[in-house]
Protein backbone atom coordinates (compact mmCIF):
# COMPACT_ATOMS: atom_id res chain seq x y z
CA UNK A 1 0.00 0.00 0.00
CA UNK A 2 1.39 3.57 -1.50
CA UNK A 3 0.62 6.33 0.48
CA UNK A 4 1.30 9.59 -0.62
CA UNK A 5 1.36 11.81 2.19
CA UNK A 6 0.79 15.90 0.78
CA UNK A 7 0.79 18.33 3.88
CA UNK A 8 0.40 21.38 2.63
CA UNK A 9 0.57 24.70 4.20
CA UNK A 10 -0.31 26.06 7.72
CA UNK A 11 -2.41 23.21 10.11
CA UNK A 12 -2.24 21.29 6.84
CA UNK A 13 0.93 20.03 8.40
CA UNK A 14 0.17 19.71 12.24
CA UNK A 15 -3.29 17.25 11.40
CA UNK A 16 -1.75 15.67 8.79
CA UNK A 17 0.88 14.10 10.96
CA UNK A 18 -1.90 12.55 12.76
CA UNK A 19 -3.47 11.11 10.64
CA UNK A 20 -0.56 9.52 9.87
CA UNK A 21 0.11 8.61 13.03
CA UNK A 22 -3.11 6.81 13.20
CA UNK A 23 -2.97 5.27 10.29
CA UNK A 24 0.55 3.70 11.21
CA UNK A 25 -1.01 2.28 14.17
CA UNK A 26 -3.51 0.50 12.31
CA UNK A 27 -1.62 -0.49 9.34
CA UNK A 28 1.64 -1.20 10.92
CA UNK A 29 4.72 -2.47 7.99
CA UNK A 30 1.51 -2.79 5.84
CA UNK A 31 1.95 0.80 4.35
CA UNK A 32 4.64 2.65 2.86
CA UNK A 33 4.85 6.29 3.22
CA UNK A 34 6.00 9.09 1.17
CA UNK A 35 5.66 12.65 2.20
CA UNK A 36 6.30 15.77 -0.46
CA UNK A 37 5.03 19.51 -0.78
CA UNK A 38 2.11 21.13 -2.56
CA UNK A 39 1.07 24.58 -2.64
CA UNK A 40 2.69 27.19 -0.55
CA UNK A 41 5.20 24.83 0.05
CA UNK A 42 5.20 23.86 -3.00
CA UNK A 43 6.17 27.02 -3.99
CA UNK A 44 8.78 27.39 -1.89
CA UNK A 45 10.63 24.04 -2.58
CA UNK A 46 10.08 23.91 -6.44
CA UNK A 47 8.90 27.21 -7.56
CA UNK A 48 5.17 26.30 -8.25
CA UNK A 49 2.45 24.90 -6.35
CA UNK A 50 1.99 21.58 -8.12
CA UNK A 51 5.90 20.36 -8.01
CA UNK A 52 6.43 18.21 -10.86
CA UNK A 53 7.71 15.51 -8.53
CA UNK A 54 5.01 15.61 -6.48
CA UNK A 55 2.49 14.78 -9.39
CA UNK A 56 4.28 11.60 -10.17
CA UNK A 57 4.41 10.76 -6.84
CA UNK A 58 0.69 10.99 -6.35
CA UNK A 59 0.33 9.35 -10.11
CA UNK A 60 2.27 6.17 -8.38
CA UNK A 61 0.24 5.96 -5.24
CA UNK A 62 -2.47 4.01 -4.05
CA UNK A 63 -3.88 6.90 -2.18
CA UNK A 64 -3.16 10.59 -1.06
CA UNK A 65 -3.55 11.86 2.38
CA UNK A 66 -3.81 15.57 1.74
CA UNK A 67 -3.72 18.50 4.52
CA UNK A 68 -4.27 21.81 3.15
CA UNK A 69 -3.19 24.81 1.02
CA UNK A 70 -3.11 28.16 1.22
CA UNK A 71 -1.73 31.26 2.78
CA UNK A 72 -2.15 35.15 3.56
CA UNK A 73 -2.60 36.82 -0.11
CA UNK A 74 -4.04 34.11 -1.64
CA UNK A 75 -6.78 36.47 -3.65
CA UNK A 76 -3.86 38.47 -5.14
CA UNK A 77 -0.70 37.62 -7.54
CA UNK A 78 -0.18 35.65 -10.22
CA UNK A 79 -2.68 32.45 -10.41
CA UNK A 80 -0.56 30.26 -11.34
CA UNK A 81 1.55 30.63 -7.95
CA UNK A 82 -1.49 30.20 -6.02
CA UNK A 83 -1.18 27.77 -3.37
CA UNK A 84 -4.90 26.24 -4.18
CA UNK A 85 -3.75 25.73 -7.85
CA UNK A 86 -1.74 23.02 -6.38
CA UNK A 87 -4.64 20.98 -4.97
CA UNK A 88 -6.93 22.08 -8.17
CA UNK A 89 -4.71 20.61 -10.87
CA UNK A 90 -4.01 17.46 -8.50
CA UNK A 91 -7.94 16.91 -8.66
CA UNK A 92 -8.12 17.11 -12.15
CA UNK A 93 -4.98 15.49 -12.96
CA UNK A 94 -5.82 12.54 -11.46
CA UNK A 95 -9.64 12.68 -12.93
CA UNK A 96 -10.74 12.57 -9.37
CA UNK A 97 -14.63 14.06 -10.30
CA UNK A 98 -16.41 12.77 -7.13
CA UNK A 99 -15.87 14.32 -3.86
CA UNK A 100 -17.61 12.92 -1.21
CA UNK A 101 -17.95 15.17 2.09
CA UNK A 102 -20.35 13.50 5.30
CA UNK A 103 -21.80 15.58 7.40
CA UNK A 104 -22.17 13.13 10.23
CA UNK A 105 -22.88 14.44 13.47
CA UNK A 106 -20.97 12.69 16.29
CA UNK A 107 -23.66 12.46 19.61
CA UNK A 108 -20.92 13.72 21.64
CA UNK A 109 -21.02 17.03 19.75
CA UNK A 110 -24.68 17.79 19.77
CA UNK A 111 -24.61 21.18 22.19
CA UNK A 112 -21.39 22.15 19.81
CA UNK A 113 -23.72 21.75 16.58
CA UNK A 114 -24.71 25.47 15.32
CA UNK A 115 -28.18 24.31 15.26
CA UNK A 116 -30.60 23.07 18.02
CA UNK A 117 -30.42 19.44 19.09
CA UNK A 118 -33.39 18.47 17.65
CA UNK A 119 -32.75 19.63 14.38
CA UNK A 120 -29.79 17.77 14.09
CA UNK A 121 -29.99 15.16 16.39
CA UNK A 122 -28.79 11.82 14.36
CA UNK A 123 -27.91 14.34 11.41
CA UNK A 124 -26.03 12.05 8.12
CA UNK A 125 -25.93 13.19 5.02
CA UNK A 126 -23.60 13.22 2.19
CA UNK A 127 -22.38 16.41 -0.15
CA UNK A 128 -21.08 14.60 -3.15
CA UNK A 129 -19.76 17.51 -4.94
CA UNK A 130 -18.49 16.91 -8.80
CA UNK A 131 -14.94 17.99 -8.81
CA UNK A 132 -13.39 18.79 -12.20
CA UNK A 133 -15.80 20.55 -13.92
CA UNK A 134 -17.85 24.02 -13.55
CA UNK A 135 -16.90 27.62 -13.55
CA UNK A 136 -13.58 26.22 -11.58
CA UNK A 137 -12.19 24.89 -14.87
CA UNK A 138 -13.86 26.43 -17.52
CA UNK A 139 -12.35 28.30 -20.31
CA UNK A 140 -12.55 31.48 -21.29
CA UNK A 141 -10.90 32.67 -17.89
CA UNK A 142 -9.24 35.35 -16.81
CA UNK A 143 -8.97 39.33 -16.19
CA UNK A 144 -9.23 40.77 -20.01
CA UNK A 145 -8.95 44.57 -21.24
CA UNK A 146 -12.79 45.28 -22.81
CA UNK A 147 -13.43 48.10 -25.79
CA UNK A 148 -13.54 50.74 -23.29
CA UNK A 149 -10.07 49.97 -22.38
CA UNK A 150 -10.99 49.01 -18.82
CA UNK A 151 -10.72 45.86 -16.92
CA UNK A 152 -13.20 42.80 -16.82
CA UNK A 153 -12.99 39.89 -15.28
CA UNK A 154 -14.29 36.55 -16.68
CA UNK A 155 -14.95 33.05 -15.53
CA UNK A 156 -17.26 30.21 -17.49
CA UNK A 157 -19.22 27.69 -15.78
CA UNK A 158 -19.24 25.08 -18.24
CA UNK A 159 -20.42 21.13 -17.67
CA UNK A 160 -20.27 18.51 -20.34
CA UNK A 161 -23.55 16.05 -20.35
CA UNK A 162 -20.86 13.35 -19.86
CA UNK A 163 -19.38 15.22 -16.70
CA UNK A 164 -23.49 15.26 -15.22
CA UNK A 165 -23.96 11.54 -16.08
CA UNK A 166 -21.04 9.96 -14.10
CA UNK A 167 -21.16 12.27 -10.86
CA UNK A 168 -25.16 11.92 -10.89
CA UNK A 169 -24.77 7.69 -11.10
CA UNK A 170 -22.36 8.11 -8.37
CA UNK A 171 -24.65 9.61 -6.35
CA UNK A 172 -27.83 7.34 -7.37
CA UNK A 173 -25.16 4.40 -6.37
CA UNK A 174 -24.25 5.76 -2.94
CA UNK A 175 -27.87 6.24 -2.03
CA UNK A 176 -28.80 2.89 -2.99
CA UNK A 177 -26.07 2.06 0.04
CA UNK A 178 -28.38 4.51 2.32
CA UNK A 179 -31.43 5.97 2.42
CA UNK A 180 -32.06 5.60 -1.01
CA UNK A 181 -32.34 10.08 -1.58
CA UNK A 182 -30.90 12.11 -3.55
CA UNK A 183 -31.19 15.86 -3.77
CA UNK A 184 -29.80 17.44 -6.83
CA UNK A 185 -28.62 21.10 -6.13
CA UNK A 186 -28.45 23.71 -9.07
CA UNK A 187 -29.50 26.91 -10.32
CA UNK A 188 -31.66 25.94 -13.22
CA UNK A 189 -33.79 29.26 -13.11
CA UNK A 190 -31.39 31.49 -14.45
CA UNK A 191 -28.53 29.31 -15.79
CA UNK A 192 -28.39 27.41 -19.23
CA UNK A 193 -25.52 24.71 -17.96
CA UNK A 194 -27.37 24.42 -14.92
CA UNK A 195 -30.89 23.78 -16.86
CA UNK A 196 -28.58 20.54 -18.56
CA UNK A 197 -27.75 19.76 -15.11
CA UNK A 198 -31.07 19.06 -13.85
CA UNK A 199 -32.48 17.87 -17.31
CA UNK A 200 -29.62 15.13 -17.28
CA UNK A 201 -29.50 14.11 -13.59
CA UNK A 202 -33.60 13.43 -13.95
CA UNK A 203 -32.64 11.41 -16.88
CA UNK A 204 -30.12 9.44 -14.81
CA UNK A 205 -32.28 9.04 -12.14
CA UNK A 206 -34.85 7.31 -14.60
CA UNK A 207 -32.19 4.46 -14.15
CA UNK A 208 -32.76 4.14 -10.26
CA UNK A 209 -36.62 3.97 -9.58
CA UNK A 210 -35.86 2.96 -6.19
CA UNK A 211 -33.88 6.07 -5.65
CA UNK A 212 -35.89 8.91 -4.45
CA UNK A 213 -35.12 12.11 -6.42
CA UNK A 214 -35.44 15.51 -5.95
CA UNK A 215 -34.22 18.97 -6.93
CA UNK A 216 -33.12 22.64 -5.43
CA UNK A 217 -31.98 25.68 -6.46
CA UNK A 218 -28.88 26.72 -4.33
CA UNK A 219 -30.54 29.15 -2.66
CA UNK A 220 -33.45 27.46 -1.38
CA UNK A 221 -30.94 24.33 -0.80
CA UNK A 222 -28.94 26.32 1.71
CA UNK A 223 -32.13 27.80 3.40
CA UNK A 224 -33.26 23.96 4.05
CA UNK A 225 -29.68 22.88 5.07
CA UNK A 226 -29.94 25.24 7.62
CA UNK A 227 -33.82 25.06 8.43
CA UNK A 228 -34.18 21.05 8.66
CA UNK A 229 -31.09 19.09 7.36
CA UNK A 230 -32.13 16.13 8.29
CA UNK A 231 -34.22 15.55 5.02
CA UNK A 232 -31.01 14.81 3.06
CA UNK A 233 -29.55 11.64 2.68
CA UNK A 234 -27.47 12.51 -0.57
CA UNK A 235 -26.71 16.11 -1.90
CA UNK A 236 -25.29 16.01 -5.36
CA UNK A 237 -23.50 19.44 -6.77
CA UNK A 238 -21.68 21.27 -9.18
CA UNK A 239 -18.32 21.97 -8.28
CA UNK A 240 -18.69 25.27 -6.45
CA UNK A 241 -21.89 25.02 -4.94
CA UNK A 242 -20.97 22.21 -3.44
CA UNK A 243 -17.58 23.82 -2.00
CA UNK A 244 -19.90 26.58 0.01
CA UNK A 245 -22.71 24.15 0.89
CA UNK A 246 -20.37 21.67 2.05
CA UNK A 247 -18.64 24.19 4.60
CA UNK A 248 -21.98 24.98 6.10
CA UNK A 249 -23.16 21.71 6.50
CA UNK A 250 -19.64 21.65 8.70
CA UNK A 251 -21.11 23.95 10.92
CA UNK A 252 -24.65 21.74 11.91
CA UNK A 253 -21.81 18.85 13.20
CA UNK A 254 -19.73 21.11 15.16
CA UNK A 255 -16.70 22.50 13.51
CA UNK A 256 -15.53 22.43 9.99
CA UNK A 257 -12.63 20.81 11.95
CA UNK A 258 -15.21 17.52 12.19
CA UNK A 259 -15.44 17.13 7.84
CA UNK A 260 -13.31 14.79 6.60
CA UNK A 261 -13.59 14.17 2.35
CA UNK A 262 -12.73 12.08 -0.60
CA UNK A 263 -12.71 12.91 -3.69
CA UNK A 264 -11.98 9.65 -6.05
CA UNK A 265 -13.04 8.61 -9.73
CA UNK A 266 -13.19 5.25 -12.13
CA UNK A 267 -10.68 3.05 -10.34
CA UNK A 268 -9.46 2.99 -6.46
CA UNK A 269 -6.93 5.96 -6.24
CA UNK A 270 -8.46 8.71 -3.86
CA UNK A 271 -7.52 11.30 -2.46
CA UNK A 272 -8.58 12.17 1.22
CA UNK A 273 -8.37 15.54 2.68
CA UNK A 274 -10.37 17.35 5.76
CA UNK A 275 -12.82 20.09 4.49
CA UNK A 276 -11.39 22.80 6.46
CA UNK A 277 -8.47 25.07 5.19
CA UNK A 278 -4.65 26.15 6.24
CA UNK A 279 -6.15 28.20 9.15
CA UNK A 280 -2.95 30.42 9.37
CA UNK A 281 -3.76 32.27 12.27
CA UNK A 282 -3.51 29.11 13.94
CA UNK A 283 -0.69 27.47 12.40
CA UNK A 284 1.91 26.05 14.83
CA UNK A 285 -0.04 26.23 18.68
CA UNK A 286 -1.46 22.87 18.63
CA UNK A 287 -4.64 24.27 18.39
CA UNK A 288 -6.51 22.47 15.08
CA UNK A 289 -8.43 19.97 15.49
CA UNK A 290 -7.25 17.03 13.80
CA UNK A 291 -10.63 14.49 13.64
CA UNK A 292 -11.11 15.65 10.56
CA UNK A 293 -8.02 14.54 9.47
CA UNK A 294 -8.65 11.26 11.03
CA UNK A 295 -11.56 10.70 9.64
CA UNK A 296 -10.15 11.16 6.26
CA UNK A 297 -7.56 8.70 7.10
CA UNK A 298 -10.77 6.15 7.74
CA UNK A 299 -12.49 7.23 4.33
CA UNK A 300 -8.96 6.06 2.52
CA UNK A 301 -8.99 2.70 4.12
CA UNK A 302 -12.38 2.15 3.19
CA UNK A 303 -12.54 3.61 -0.62
CA UNK A 304 -8.67 3.13 -1.74
CA UNK A 305 -8.13 -0.08 -0.11
CA UNK A 306 -11.63 -1.83 1.00
CA UNK A 307 -10.69 -2.31 4.74
CA UNK A 308 -14.25 -1.66 6.20
CA UNK A 309 -13.30 -2.79 9.69
CA UNK A 310 -10.10 -0.33 10.17
CA UNK A 311 -12.03 2.16 9.14
CA UNK A 312 -15.12 1.63 11.49
CA UNK A 313 -12.30 1.31 13.77
CA UNK A 314 -10.96 4.76 13.59
CA UNK A 315 -14.33 6.07 13.80
CA UNK A 316 -15.13 4.07 16.86
CA UNK A 317 -11.99 5.66 18.99
CA UNK A 318 -12.54 8.76 17.44
CA UNK A 319 -16.33 8.38 18.52
CA UNK A 320 -14.75 7.47 22.55
CA UNK A 321 -12.33 10.24 22.50
CA UNK A 322 -15.22 12.37 22.38
CA UNK A 323 -17.40 10.46 24.89
CA UNK A 324 -14.30 10.42 27.33
CA UNK A 325 -14.81 14.21 27.10
CA UNK A 326 -11.67 15.58 25.03
CA UNK A 327 -11.98 18.79 23.29
CA UNK A 328 -9.99 21.04 20.95
CA UNK A 329 -10.49 24.75 20.78
CA UNK A 330 -13.35 24.61 18.07
CA UNK A 331 -15.45 22.14 19.60
CA UNK A 332 -15.03 23.04 23.18
CA UNK A 333 -17.50 22.93 25.64
CA UNK A 334 -18.20 23.55 29.25
CA UNK A 335 -17.16 20.72 31.83
CA UNK A 336 -14.91 19.02 29.02
CA UNK A 337 -10.96 18.83 28.99
CA UNK A 338 -9.19 20.80 26.19
CA UNK A 339 -6.59 19.47 24.80
CA UNK A 340 -4.62 20.49 21.72
CA UNK A 341 -4.03 18.78 18.35
CA UNK A 342 -0.85 16.07 19.41
CA UNK A 343 -2.95 15.18 22.85
CA UNK A 344 -6.17 14.91 20.38
CA UNK A 345 -4.40 12.72 17.67
CA UNK A 346 -2.73 10.59 20.53
CA UNK A 347 -5.72 9.96 22.42
CA UNK A 348 -7.28 8.62 19.11
CA UNK A 349 -4.42 5.78 18.73
CA UNK A 350 -4.78 5.24 22.59
CA UNK A 351 -8.23 4.23 22.29
CA UNK A 352 -7.84 2.16 18.90
CA UNK A 353 -6.92 -0.17 21.60
CA UNK A 354 -9.97 -0.13 23.10
CA UNK A 355 -12.64 -0.05 20.30
C1 LIG B 1 -12.06 23.06 -0.72
C2 LIG B 1 -11.22 24.31 -0.84
C3 LIG B 1 -10.62 24.39 -2.25
C4 LIG B 1 -11.76 24.49 -3.23
C5 LIG B 1 -9.59 25.53 -2.44
C6 LIG B 1 -8.45 25.44 -1.44
C7 LIG B 1 -9.03 25.56 -3.83
O1 LIG B 1 -11.97 25.42 -0.51
O2 LIG B 1 -11.53 21.96 -0.97
O3 LIG B 1 -13.23 23.17 -0.37
O4 LIG B 1 -12.28 25.58 -3.48
O5 LIG B 1 -12.14 23.44 -3.78
MG1 LIG C 1 -13.92 24.98 0.31
Known amino acids: MKIAVLPGDGIGKEVTA???KVLKAVLGNAAEFTEAPIGGEGVKAAGVPLPRATLELARRSDAILFGAVGGPGDESGPRHLRPGLGLLTLRRELGLFA?????????ELIGASSLKPELVEGLDLIILRELNGDIYYG???GIMVNAEGKREGVNTMRYSEFE?????????RTARDRRRKVCSVDKANVLETMQLWRETVAGVGKGYPD?????????????????APKQFDVVVTPNM??????????????????LPSASIGDGNKGLYEPVHGSAPDIEGRNLANPLAAILSAAMLLRFSFGRKDDAARIERAVRAVLAGGLRTADISQPGMKSVGTVEMGEAVVAALGRV
Request: charged share 15%; glycine share 6%.
Open 99 to 107: NFRPAFLFP
Open 164 to 172: IERIAHMAF
Open 18 to 20: QAV
Open 241 to 258: FGDILSDAAAMLTGSIGM
Open 211 to 227: VELTHLFVDAASMQLLR
Open 139 to 141: EPR
